[in-house]
């Protein structure tokens, strides 16, 4: 079974909306963390979102305001909610899921195309 699974990339035009899932395996052990991340084509992995098992959460600035993160933890669940998206938002998102036994799992990615 798959540990992590991201879904709900697509294509959009700028000023779009796009909402990604991530649902991790229904065994894996007491998560802690769950996010997100993106790379587009030259550049670094870098962190978009991320939310802890109390709700806490911590943006990139260049998203803070337009995309909002939540986790539905008896799911083992977390979603990005991305709204008014440009074309710099485009990339191959990630999710990353990390447990209190110290483990990270990462998703195989979902891009997301935002068009001008």
């Known amino acids: 079974q798959v540990p992590v699974v991201e879904s709900g990339g697509g294509l959009v035009p700028a000023g779009g909306s796009l909402r990604l899932s991530c649902a991790a395996s229904?065994?894996?052990?007491?998560?802690?963390?769950m996010g997100w991340h993106r790379q587009a084509p030259g550049k670094q992995r870098e962190l978009v979102a991320v939310?802890?098992?109390?709700?806490?959460?911590n943006y990139a600035d260049s998203v803070k305001g337009r995309f909002t993160i939540s986790r539905d933890n008896a799911k083992n669940t977390v979603y990005l909610q991305m709204n008014s998206l440009k074309p710099e938002d485009a990339a191959v998102y990630y999710c990353?899921?990390?447990?209190?036994?110290?483990?990270?799992?990462w998703g195989q990615g979902t891009q997301v195309t935002v068009s001008s």
């Open positions: 229904g065994t894996m052990f007491s998560i802690l963390t």
């Open positions: 939310i802890t098992r109390g709700g806490y959460t």
């Open positions: 990353k899921v990390s447990n209190a036994g110290g483990r990270d799992y």
